[in-house]
């Protein structure tokens, strides 16, 4: 059985900073491509980053420079630390795993950029 459990999500002041974390069970996680999505109010679920198996990232443009994806292969873990946050950023965000194919998706932690 597929889980992807994130944790991490909370309130926070413009400015300041999260950590996510996503621990994968039941996957070869060494293969996957690992992400987060995110769902704001009224929005569509969009990529926020990514991390290939073999380390390379990708980024949307609004989180550039802001965000940093990275996994710890002895953990199963995949993180986003998010830095100089804005209300913007609020939304419910969502870890995947894909690879050829295959796609799984975590439950969700909500993240809310207020002061």
């Known amino acids: 059985q597929v889980q992807l459990v994130e944790s991490g999500g909370g309130l926070v002041q413009p400015g300041g900073s999260l950590r996510l974390s996503c621990a994968a069970s039941?996957?070869?996680?060494?293969?996957?491509?690992m992400g987060w999505y995110r769902q704001g109010p009224g929005k569509q679920r969009e990529l926020v980053a990514n991390?290939?198996?073999?380390?390379?990232?990708n980024y949307a443009d609004s989180v550039k420079g802001r965000f940093t994806i990275s996994r710890d292969y002895a953990k199963n873990t995949v993180y986003l630390q998010m830095n100089n946050l804005k209300p913007e950023d609020t939304a419910v965000y969502y870890c995947?795993?894909?690879?050829?194919?295959?796609?799984?998706w975590g439950q969700g932690t909500q993240v809310t950029v207020s002061s």
């Open positions: 991390i290939t198996n073999d380390g390379n990232t």
């Open positions: 995947n795993a894909y690879n050829r194919g295959l796609q799984y």
């Open positions: 039941g996957i070869i996680f060494s293969i996957y491509t």
